[in-house]
């Protein structure tokens, strides 16, 4: 069979342990065809062949991000960004150029905006006096906090309060106003609302779907806002990706960009299953693992929260905060938990679990475990997202029960973009040791994929890579930082292991996706701090380039 392309004179590391290294790789009808040295996949090119001269560059798989945001992302790219912003006269100066530029916008809203923005808590007041007369907001970087001005809290009937679920909370003042700040979906959605695009929000808020279901012109601009944020993560070596909200709609529109030949990558849909939600919902999600077939949309698997986040303390705790009696709270009881659990297992479901704070990550395993007991051992890849406090006593559950640590690199405060600040106001000095964890987790046995959870953070891999490498150990705490080898497989063939498609991509092996990146450099010879700056020279997506960098190729 003759190469439809070869990327020759490269330095490839395969994530292959029965050839680690090679040249060369030959790619026909989106699959790779061959791995070997430059001369012998030279012997398959023919007159039609691209070949590609990577001239000493690194050859990898395709990254995996396996837990990002892509719909929220690529609908945010086009909103205000807040994550170099601090302090009143800043904030005040961004917002205001932003609604200058934006008079038609029906929201103003930002993007990332530090707990710590102004330095003492944020009230609609602040905003108020950066923005009056029109509906404003900003989001916090972990998309679990919202503050509103009043305009954005009348227009959306919260001024005065809101019934909220258990763990969502509209926060009052002492008058009986809210005071603009909005913790967790359910308690902020009626902000988002304002701007006409919650439907898009839908699945990680509530787990519905849009009623009525958006006609093609509304679809259209949905599936225009995915491609960029397809885009975006092309641009950054991604060729596959867990997304970690959306429901059957986005499966719709996924797939429809498929049928259109404009899906650029593969994603991974969950149905979201809430609280409130009776265990007959999960005919949901079997529905829509049954409504994929092929090789580039996929479901299977049922998101759940268990907590918050720390720096608005609802992440569940054992220990209260420091200098508090605040633990946060579980989202579900345990009881409840273990017989979803029990359930999602037994319909042969994967599981993928939010939780943040050692009681959550306990309940949690605790949950896994129900499942096991009551269905019997399988290869099922549970999962535990985020795994920011974990107790010492549950580090080798993990591994015993073959629970994938799905953590991120870029979140440990200090290693990328997240101030150290964060760690005294949540954690106890003598729990740092417990923070964080990777290179502790991977030794005790539980197999890891990493991720930006974008656009918590960077989508960059390469940044997630340095911050992997760099992260600074935390007073009293063991070194997490991880060898270059094992930081690139937790990107690669260790994501695609934790979303069940080692048979299909994470390695450069004959027969498997055509899913590869270029890095521009050496990546073994490139100094760690140094890491984050290296761009992406190609990206190729089942055979089909999906990023060039200019003057590559």
Not at 212 to 220: E, N, S, T, Y
Not at 251 to 262: I, K, S, W, Y
Not at 469 to 493: K, N, S
Request: with cysteine.
């Amino acid at each position: 069979m003759q190469a439809e392309m070869i990327i020759t004179h490269a330095r490839a590391l395969t994530m292959d342990p029965d050839r680690p290294r090679a040249e060369a790789v030959a790619v026909a009808g989106g699959r790779i065809l061959a791995v070997g040295t430059a001369a012998e996949v030279a012997a398959l090119a023919g007159p039609a062949t691209r070949v590609i001269d990577a001239g000493g560059r690194t050859l990898l798989p395709g990254f995996v991000e396996s837990h990002l945001h892509l719909v929220l992302g690529g609908n945010e790219l086009t909103q205000l960004q807040l994550g170099s912003v601090s302090g009143f006269d800043a904030l005040s100066r961004a917002f205001r150029n932003y609604a200058a530029a934006n008079p038609e916008k029906p929201l103003l809203m930002a993007q990332g905006a530090s707990y710590e923005i102004l330095g003492d808590p944020v009230t609609r007041q602040d905003l108020d006096r950066i923005i009056p007369d029109r509906p404003a907001a900003m989001m916090a970087p972990d998309h679990h906090t919202v503050w509103a001005n009043t305009a954005a809290l009348r227009a959306a009937g919260i001024l005065n309060g809101a019934a909220m679920p258990h763990g969502h909370e509209v926060v009052m003042a002492a008058d009986g106003t809210a005071t603009g700040e909005l913790r967790e979906f359910e308690a902020f959605s009626p902000i988002l609302a304002l701007s006409g695009d919650l439907h898009l929000q839908l699945g990680i808020a509530t787990g519905g779907e849009p009623d009525p279901w958006p006609d093609a012109g509304q679809r259209a601009k949905d599936k225009a806002k995915i491609a960029d944020g397809l885009a975006h993560c092309a641009r950054h070596g991604i060729t596959s990706m867990v997304n970690m909200d959306g429901n059957l709609y986005t499966l719709r529109l996924l797939q429809e960009m498929e049928a259109e030949g404009t899906l650029t990558a593969r994603v991974k849909v969950p149905f979201h299953m809430k609280p409130h939600m009776e265990l007959s919902e999960l005919d949901r999600a079997t529905a829509m693992e049954q409504a994929c077939s092929g090789e580039w949309v996929f479901s299977g698997f049922v998101k759940m929260f268990m907590d918050g986040v720390v720096d608005s303390r609802t992440a569940y705790m054992l220990h209260p905060y420091p200098g508090t009696d605040v633990t946060g709270e579980p989202l579900f009881t345990p009881e409840r938990f273990d017989e979803i659990c029990a359930e999602i297992d037994r319909r042969g479901l994967q599981i993928a679990v939010h939780a943040i704070g050692d009681g959550a990550v306990r309940q949690t395993i605790d949950g896994y475990e129900a499942a096991q007991r009551a269905n019997g051992p399988r290869d099922s890849r549970h999962r535990i997202e985020h795994i920011e406090l974990i107790d010492r006593a549950d580090v080798p559950r993990l591994g015993a029960l073959g629970i994938t640590a799905s953590v991120q690199p870029p979140h440990p405060p200090g290693a990328m973009d997240f101030p150290m600040s964060t760690m005294d106001h949540v954690f106890h000095r003598d729990r740092w040791r417990d923070a964080y964890l990777t290179k502790t987790l991977a030794d005790h046995g539980a197999p890891l994929a990493f991720a930006s959870d974008w656009p918590v953070t960077d989508v960059s891999v390469m940044r997630g890579i340095e911050a992997a490498l760099t992260r600074v150990p935390f007073d009293g705490a063991a070194d997490e930082r991880m060898p270059l080898m094992d930081i690139l497989h937790a990107y690669t063939a260790g994501g695609a292991h934790a979303a069940h498609w080692e048979g299909l991509t994470g390695r450069l092996v004959p027969g498997l996706a055509a899913d590869l990146v270029v890095i521009d450099g050496d990546i073994e010879a490139i100094p760690a701090g140094r890491m984050g700056r290296t761009g992406i020279a190609l990206t190729v997506s089942g055979g089909r380039i999906t990023h060039q960098a200019p003057g590559f190729g």
